[in-house]
Nanobody, 127 residues
Framework: QLQLVESGGGLVQAGGSLRLSCAASGRSFSTASIGWFRQVPGKEREFVAGITWDFGLTGYADSVKGRFTVSRDNTNNTVDLLMNSLKPEDTAVYYC????????????????????WGQGTQVTVSS
């Protein structure tokens, strides 16, 4: 089972940037599809971005496309989410998520498919 730990959240003004990082421990990271989800109170957890374990293929929610960039470092077992041009509606708790032993081209977009979750990190964007 992968252990995931997020870092990098905080408070930023609209238009600013933040970089979230997800550190994974466990042997199955090399074949795990990693995603970022976010959740606000009273709403379901929603997909933000994801990256495959092979070839680094990426996918994004329409709401963040062109502003967020996901990347992974398979040597150091980390996945980063660079968030630019932040908006107040990006305010949420952001979670790192993993689907282990996934197909090489699989991008995790559905929360119910996730095997492991991080504890979450708060991102607050002020207007």
């Amino acid at each position: 089972q992968l252990q995931l730990v997020e870092s990098g959240g905080g408070l930023v003004q609209a238009g600013g940037s933040l970089r979230l990082s997800c550190a994974a421990s466990g042997r199955s990271f090399s074949t795990a599809s990693i995603g970022w989800f976010r959740q606000v109170p009273g709403k379901e957890r929603e997909f933000v971005a994801g990256i495959t374990w092979d070839f680094g293929l990426t996918g994004y929610a329409d709401s963040v496309k062109g502003r967020f960039t996901v990347s992974r470092d398979n040597t150091n077992n980390t996945v980063d989410l660079l968030m630019n041009s932040l908006k107040p509606e990006d305010t949420a708790v952001y979670y790192c998520a993993a689907v282990q032993r996934s197909a090489s081209n699989y991008i995790v977009t559905i929360a119910s498919r996730v095997d492991s979750w991080g504890q979450g990190t708060q991102v607050t964007v002020s207007s």
